[in-house]
């Protein structure tokens, strides 16, 4: 069982950038792919941002291509979403998860969330 705690929010004017680290305890860690997903009050989480155990492959929501990317580095058993030209409506809770079958983008096939942390994006 992995355990993940994500770091790194906070407030931040629109246009800017902030880096989201999610730290995972367990050795075994290195053989999960990983992903984000983000939710707003009274909105179902919303999937951001996905990665593969090696860090080789990634895909991404159309609202966020261009502007955010996901990383990982086992080493560390951390993986990380950089935010740039950050908008309003990026405003949310972002999970990290594990990733149960590549491809997805369904929050079921995802699991052992972490607790969240808070971006708030001002205009």
């Known amino acids: 069982q992995v355990q993940l705690v994500e770091s790194g929010g906070g407030l931040v004017q629109a246009g800017g950038s902030l880096r989201l680290s999610c730290a995972a305890s367990g050795r075994t860690f290195r053989n999960y792919a990983m992903g984000w997903f983000r939710q707003t009050p009274g909105k179902e989480r919303e999937f951001v941002a996905a990665i593969s155990w090696s860090g080789g492959s990634t895909y991404y929501a159309d609202s966020v291509k261009g502007r955010f990317t996901i990383s990982r580095d086992n080493a560390k058993n951390t993986v990380y979403l950089q935010m740039n030209s950050l908008k309003p409506e990026d405003t949310a809770v972002y999970y990290c998860?594990?990733?149960?079958?590549?491809?997805?983008?369904?929050?079921?096939?995802?699991?052992?969330w972490g607790q969240g942390t808070l971006v708030t994006v001002s205009s």
């Open positions: 998860a594990v990733l149960n079958f590549w491809g997805s983008r369904s929050e079921t096939d995802f699991g052992s």
